[in-house]
């Protein structure tokens, strides 16, 4: 594939030209030199062929780079970051929490295996069902294969597609799903319980025993593949994922990242105190955890295990994790966080940004610049806010950024 074939496709692209109409050759030259790979991991030529004819770009998904235009960046970047209160809505918590309960109770032997085997509770598989596609209410919008080659060849992570792309057209040559229903999220993702083509590879279970995986269709398939890849990513069986403290008010925001650990107990004698009144067992103070403060010294407080990170691996974000990890609690118990969230609200993303990468500079910080206030975003802050003497809340504030400024 030439760059001057590709440019001049994609010009004429935004320039009038539609690519149902006028085709583009370059993309088509592009997915045609995928074959040799393609037949090594096992993909047909027929399945080649009858999946890849007449396949164009989708150059109106987020997430990709265009020559002459801006790189578009994922939907969840808003222009504003969400805040826990916006994400972890009570409304839509009750709602799928009662529906969860329901599907308890209809899947109650498959759920009864999956904890058997797995040790992952009902309740977290059913939760990560709930949020992915509201127990399979919601219809993902793009045909999989399109996007898998859209990103393949103008994609932020070309590499990653382009083996996603090959392996989703293996899924539909070994006939474990139409090419119909074989929908997907904006970055590739499919069935009831979002897996990426390798990931069905790696974690699909045929739970329901008809031959095949079918996390389309087949609940307990999905919610088994789904507990699958939690214990393949180390879930610990009788583990919780958290649990909300209320935090001394002496606290040192700056310790909540992963790298400090201590023993629950250790937490506790240092002034946190389970929420409610809640006893914990010895196993319980025994096991190491993580502060976790969403909102700084503001809204509700966490100890968080192994399981914690865990969840976050399924999805990398902590409101994701808070999400899945509260609603696995309502399926059992009615009570909301203890805390509430704060009416506390974020900076603009641009503007996390900004305070990431002069963080950066001045040596606080080395994660990346995504312009979210995730947990090495927030110590760092942190650690800013001490070295410059203001009130420590490792929140990301206009206050904070106008200092951070100034002090370039």
Same mark, same amino acid.
Request: aromatic share 10%; glycine share 8%; hydrophobic share 40%.
């Given at each position: 594939?030439?760059?001057?074939?590709?440019?001049?496709?994609?010009?004429?692209l935004?320039?009038?030209?539609?690519?149902?109409?006028?085709?583009?050759?370059?993309?088509?030259?592009?997915?045609?030199?995928?074959w040799?790979?393609?037949?090594?991991?096992?993909?047909?030529?027929a399945?080649?062929?009858?999946?890849?004819?007449?396949?164009?770009?989708?150059?109106?998904?987020?997430?990709?780079?265009?020559?002459?235009?801006? +790189? *578009?960046? /994922?939907?969840?970047?808003?222009?504003?970051? =969400?805040v826990?209160?916006?994400? %972890?809505?009570?409304?839509? #918590?009750a709602?799928?929490?009662?529906?969860?309960?329901?599907?308890?109770?209809?899947?109650?032997?498959?759920?009864?295996a999956?904890e058997?085997?797995?040790?992952?509770?009902?309740?977290?598989?059913l939760?990560?069902?709930?949020?992915?596609?509201?127990?399979?209410?919601?219809?993902?919008?793009?045909?999989?294969?399109?996007?898998? +080659? *859209?990103? /393949?060849?103008?994609?932020?992570?070309?590499? =990653?597609?382009?083996?996603?792309? %090959?392996?989703?057209?293996? #899924?539909?040559?070994?006939?474990n799903?139409?090419?119909?229903d074989?929908?997907?999220?904006?970055?590739?993702?499919?069935?009831?319980?979002?897996?990426?083509?390798?990931?069905?590879?790696?974690?699909?279970?045929?739970?329901?025993?008809?031959?095949?995986i079918?996390?389309?269709?087949?609940?307990?398939?999905?919610?088994?593949?789904? +507990?699958q890849?939690?214990v393949?990513?180390?879930?610990?069986s009788?583990?919780?994922?958290?649990?909300?403290?209320?935090?001394?008010?002496?606290?040192?925001?700056?310790?909540?990242?992963?790298?400090?650990?201590?023993?629950?107990?250790?937490?506790?004698?240092?002034?946190?105190?389970?929420?409610?009144?809640?006893?914990?067992?010895?196993?319980?103070?025994?096991?190491?955890?993580?502060?976790?403060q969403?909102?700084?010294?503001?809204?509700?407080?966490?100890l968080?295990?192994?399981?914690?990170f865990?969840?976050?691996?399924?999805?990398?974000?902590?409101?994701?994790?808070?999400?899945?990890?509260?609603?696995?609690?309502?399926?059992?118990?009615?009570?909301?966080?203890?805390?509430?969230?704060?009416?506390?609200?974020?900076?603009?993303?641009?503007?996390?940004?900004?305070?990431?990468?002069a963080?950066?500079?001045?040596?606080?910080?080395?994660?990346?610049?995504?312009?979210?206030?995730?947990?090495?975003?927030?110590?760092?802050?942190?650690a800013?806010?001490?070295?410059?003497?203001?009130?420590?809340?490792?929140?990301?504030?206009?206050?904070?950024?106008?200092?951070?400024s100034?002090?370039?």
């Open positions: 594939m030439s760059r001057l074939a590709f440019v001049a496709s994609v010009i004429a935004f320039c009038g030209s539609h690519p149902a109409l006028a085709g583009d050759p370059a993309f088509t030259q592009f997915i045609a030199s995928l040799p790979e393609a037949q090594a991991a096992g993909v047909s030529r399945t080649f062929d009858a999946e890849t004819k007449g396949l164009e770009p989708d150059y109106k998904l987020p997430d990709l780079i265009l020559p002459g235009r801006p +790189a *578009t960046g /994922a939907p969840s970047q808003a222009e504003f970051v =969400q826990p209160a916006d994400y %972890i809505k009570e409304a839509a #918590i709602r799928l929490a009662a529906e969860g309960q329901r599907l308890m109770q209809k899947y109650r032997d498959a759920l009864n999956i058997a085997r797995f040790g992952v509770p009902a309740t977290v598989v939760a990560i069902w709930g949020r992915e596609t509201d127990f399979g209410r919601y219809t993902l919008p793009y045909d999989a294969v399109r996007v898998m +080659a *859209t990103q /393949a060849y103008v994609g932020r992570r070309k590499d =990653q597609y382009r083996n996603e792309f %090959i392996l989703a057209l293996k #899924i539909l040559g070994e006939g799903v139409a090419r119909k074989m929908r997907a999220s904006w970055a590739g993702a499919i069935g009831l319980t979002q897996f990426l083509p390798s990931e069905y590879y790696k974690h699909g279970v045929d739970l329901d025993g008809d031959g095949r079918d996390i389309w269709h087949s609940v307990p398939d999905a919610l088994a593949s789904a +507990a890849q939690l393949n990513k180390g879930w610990q009788g583990v919780r994922w958290a649990y909300e403290v209320e935090a001394p008010a002496n606290v040192d925001c700056t310790l909540g990242v992963p790298e400090v650990t201590k023993p629950i107990g250790e937490w506790l004698r240092e002034g946190f105190v389970p929420v409610r009144g809640q006893k914990l067992s010895a196993a319980e103070l025994a096991q190491p955890a993580s502060l976790l969403p909102e700084g010294i503001y809204g509700p407080s966490f968080t295990t192994k399981n914690y865990v969840i976050k691996e399924y999805n990398f974000s902590d409101l994701y994790v808070l999400f899945v990890g509260h609603l696995s609690d309502r399926m059992v118990s009615p009570q909301p966080f203890a805390t509430p969230w704060s009416a506390s609200r974020q900076l603009r993303t641009a503007d996390v940004e900004a305070m990431q990468r963080l950066t500079r001045i040596g606080l910080y080395k994660d990346k610049l995504d312009g979210k206030a995730g947990m090495l975003t927030r110590a760092a802050l942190g800013y806010q001490k070295s410059a003497r203001l009130k420590v809340d490792c929140w990301p504030s206009e206050a904070v950024l106008r200092s951070i100034a002090a370039r």
